[in-house]
């Protein structure tokens, strides 16, 4: 099978030999949320929330707390995510959700960290 695959310029970047394939990967996503983390103007001592916690709202995290950001409050209904987003200085978190007697989803408050 053959595949064609269009890219625009200046979106391609040679990659070393000592850089692994994964870590290649990675790459593009650091510059997508560290970019887009610019573009915000965070001002340092500002607090900041990030919705959804999968890869981007991880490395976003983790970029808001370096910028110095006196709060970065996450919210995500996994809590494996909110805790590895506490683990890099979040300071609220939404916890996962859960389901009240009737099975209906139910979200505990939110509460520090």
């Known amino acids: ?3 064609t695959v269009s890219v625009e310029r200046g979106w ?3 990659v070393r030999d000592a850089v692994s394939d994964l870590e290649a ?4 996503l650091g510059v ?3 970019t887009n983390v ?5 001002a340092l001592g500002e607090t900041a929330v990030v919705i959804g ?6 490395l976003v995290t983790q970029y808001l707390r370096v910028l110095g950001l006196a709060e970065v409050l996450v919210v995500d209904v996994v809590q494996m995510r909110v805790d590895a987003a506490a683990a890099d200085r979040a300071v609220l978190d939404l916890p996962s ?3 009240d007697p009737r099975g209906r ?7 520090a960290r």
């Open 105 to 111: 989803p139910h979200h505990p408050p939110l509460h």
């Open 97 to 99: 959700a859960q389901t």
């Open 25 to 28: 990967v990675w790459a593009i």
């Open 12 to 14: 391609l970047t040679p």
């Open 32 to 34: 997508i949320t560290q």
């Open 53 to 58: 916690l999968g890869p981007l709202g991880q």
């Open 38 to 42: 610019r573009r915000a103007e965070h």
């Open 1 to 3: 099978a053959r595949a």
